[in-house]
């Protein structure tokens, strides 16, 4: 008997076997990691994904920015009269005075010249460099290779 012409016999019916030897269909998702959740219900699938890349986005934007800004407001409080403090604008200063929401700074050489700068314009407590020298390298660990290096 040959097979081609038994698939093109369109007056034969197949029907499924009673006996427990053939394998009943499935109704499986295959692949699908959520399983029938996406094939009953798409549109939970897809706020599932929304929630799953906020999630994302928290960890790896808003959190480190969170921890960044309080670590300025620790040092912003730890400043004291007498420090040596640089601005976002680079400029760099003593503070001579703190009130409630600013840093009386004198800046530059002249000791007369004193001005409000508001507490989150302060970048950092730091002295300036006024010689010529390059300050001293720390020592840098070594890099690690990457997996898809090119021998350097």
């Known amino acids: 008997m040959s097979f081609v012409p038994f698939l093109l016999d369109t007056g034969t019916a197949i029907l499924p076997s009673s006996g427990g030897t053939a394998a009943a269909p499935t109704t499986s998702a295959g692949g699908n990691m959520f399983g029938s959740l996406a094939s009953s219900n798409p549109i939970m699938l897809i706020v599932l994904y929304c929630v799953l890349l906020v999630g994302v986005m928290y960890f790896l934007s808003v959190r480190p920015n969170q921890k960044r800004e309080k670590q300025m407001a620790e ?6 009269v007498g420090d040596s403090i640089v601005t976002n604008s680079g400029l760099f200063g003593k503070v001579v005075d703190i009130t409630y929401e600013c840093f009386i700074i004198e ?34 660990p070594k890099k690690k290779k990457s997996l898809f290096s090119r021998g350097e």
């Open 75 to 80: 040092m912003r409080s730890s400043i004291a």
């Open 107 to 140: 800046f530059g050489m002249n000791k007369g010249v004193r001005v409000p700068v508001a507490k989150a314009e302060v970048f950092g407590k730091r002295e300036p460099n006024l010689s010529n020298e390059a300050p001293p390298q720390a020592e840098q």
